[in-house]
């Protein structure tokens, strides 16, 4: 990298990998500039915060002349007058997987890759190859809650980088999926389920894309694998690569066992080599036990102490929106807020919302009130069963460990997110409480904000001791307009 400062705009820099990798850019001692359609925080705080220089709209005349160009989020058409000026004007421009390529990537590139756990396991990773004096240039995906989303070092201090690896298509103009761009001659790879229909058409199409990403691991380099995962062990034999395996079965070279799951967080033993080693961490989720079985078997195979991976597991607050306690009922002074606990988690299908509520329901034994809003594959006709098929007499569903189910007024979706034939138009608020209600399970819509935040609260603080353990457990992806920061303003 040349001594000289350097200039980047960012086209579409309100995005969270965007606006993440803006700071990072900014940290490194780059002029960082950039636009978007519009601003909102958290991003937009963390970039005034930085003193990153942004305007609203495309504005062509406002760029001035740096050096690349990314484009991201909202940005990326190749028709964006911001995009057009570039290339009129000989300014290379790229998206962010081949910036990450360009700026990031180093000789020892770790990727972590799978249909899930990928977005904990990079943060993870990364925060304990810093707790271990390794310096990494890193980019995850996710927001984590013990450090910044991304850092680019200069590759004359450190020879490591750590990036989460997307199997989704690189750019509207590229299809080729980020993790092409990443060169990985370490791979940790979480688990392999069909997933992006609307980009693989076919499980064998997107299982192909993975054998290619395994069969690409130089002979010299490692595979950390899920052995417990069945999709990973469907491409694992495409490797090259030496190939170390974690999971819970005997076999393994890491073997995860005895997992404690309380409101503390998960606490398991690992086996490896004939010795046992206890590790603990302060995230909610039993999934999350082979999330960090992964990352204990990577960090350990490229050389850091077990002391120091043990130490880095206890020290990491998890990911914001992975099972985040907004609220804890448990921390500090309960009769401010009646011991009732708020819950924030990514969560926009019916299966990851089950998930998230199996975890909870494991470790909070009182009521549960779940408010839920789908992304659009949870709004179509096809996920009804998910919805509304009972598994016993008391209830069914995906919504068989909530109490009582909101859902809040739907975000309008996007005119290519509807369908035209009217049979296929998705789901809206009231259907789909009707459909979790046919699973036996309480499920009410309520269109006005104010009165959902109203219902919340007075369910929550209903029961025995006046709501205390109850929780209150907000599903989505989406940002639900505020609803989480008013609700905890007004239980404390």
């Known amino acids: ?87 009129e004007h000989g300014i290379p421009f790229y998206p962010y997987a081949q910036i990450l390529q360009k700026y990031f990537i180093r000789p020892n590139s770790i990727v972590t890759a799978g249909t899930w756990g990928k977005t904990t396991t990079s943060a993870l990773l990364s925060f304990v190859l810093i707790e271990a004096g390794m ?10 809650m013990s450090h910044p989303t991304g850092a680019l070092i200069d590759a004359s201090i450190s020879k490591w ?39 693989y058409p076919t499980e064998a199409d997107y299982f192909k894309t993975f054998e290619k990403l395994v069969a690409g691991i130089p002979a010299s380099g490692v595979i950390v694998a899920c052995a417990d995962d069945e999709g990973v062990n469907k491409i694992i034999g495409a490797a090259a690569a030496k190939v170390v395996t974690y999971g819970m079965n005997e076999e393994v070279d890491y073997r ?61 607050k998890g990911i914001k929106r992975r099972l985040e306690r907004r609220l804890d009922g448990q921390a500090g002074d309960a009769a401010q807020n009646s011991g009732i606990t708020v819950i924030d988690t990514h969560a926009p299908t019916p299966e990851k919302a089950a998930s998230g509520l199996e975890s909870i329901r494991e470790v909070y034994g009182k009521k549960i009130i779940a408010i839920y809003e789908p992304n659009i594959g949870g709004r179509q006709k096809s996920s009804i069963g998910a919805y509304d098929k009972s598994t016993d007499d008391r209830n069914g569903g995906a919504f068989r460990d909530a109490d009582l189910v909101i859902i809040p007024r739907l975000t309008k979706l996007k005119i290519d997110e509807t369908k035209t034939d009217p049979k296929d138009q998705p789901l809206e608020g009231q259907e789909l409480a009707d459909h979790i209600s046919h699973a036996k399970k309480e499920a ?36 639900f307009r505020g609803m989480i920061e008013e609700t905890v303003a007004k239980l404390k």
């Open 135 to 144: 310096n990494p240039s890193y980019f995850t995906g996710g927001l984590s």
């Open 256 to 316: 995860y066992r005895s997992v404690q799951h309380t409101k503390a967080g998960i606490a398991f033993d690992i086996d490896h080599a004939g010795q046992a080693y206890h590790v603990a961490s302060p995230m909610l989720g039993r999934y999350n036990v082979e999330n960090i079985a992964g990352v204990f078997a990577m960090a350990h195979h490229i050389g850091i102490s077990a002391d120091k991976i043990i130490a880095a597991l206890a020290a990491f």
């Open 444 to 479: 009410i819509y309520i269109e006005d904000d104010a009165a959902l935040v109203s219902k919340v609260i007075a369910e929550a603080r209903s029961g025995e001791d006046a709501g205390a353990g109850n929780v209150i457990v907000f599903l989505g992806s989406h940002g």
């Open 161 to 199: 980088s750590v990036v989460e690896g997307d199997e989704y298509q690189t750019a509207i103009y590229d299809k080729l999926p980020k993790f092409a761009y990443y060169d990985p001659t370490h791979l940790l790879l979480t688990s392999v389920s069909w997933d992006h229909a609307d980009l």
């Open 1 to 87: 990298m040349e001594n000289k400062p350097k200039h980047i705009h960012i086209v579409g820099i309100c995005g969270v990998g965007t606006g993440a990798l803006a700071v990072a850019f900014h940290q490194a001692g780059w002029k960082v500039t950039g636009s978007d359609k519009g601003f909102y925080p958290p991003v937009s705080t963390n970039l005034a915060e930085a003193g990153i220089e942004y305007y609203a709209g495309w504005h062509p005349e406002k760029i001035g002349k740096p050096d690349v160009v990314m484009v991201g989020g909202s940005g990326t058409s190749l028709s964006n007058p911001e995009v057009v000026y570039a290339k």
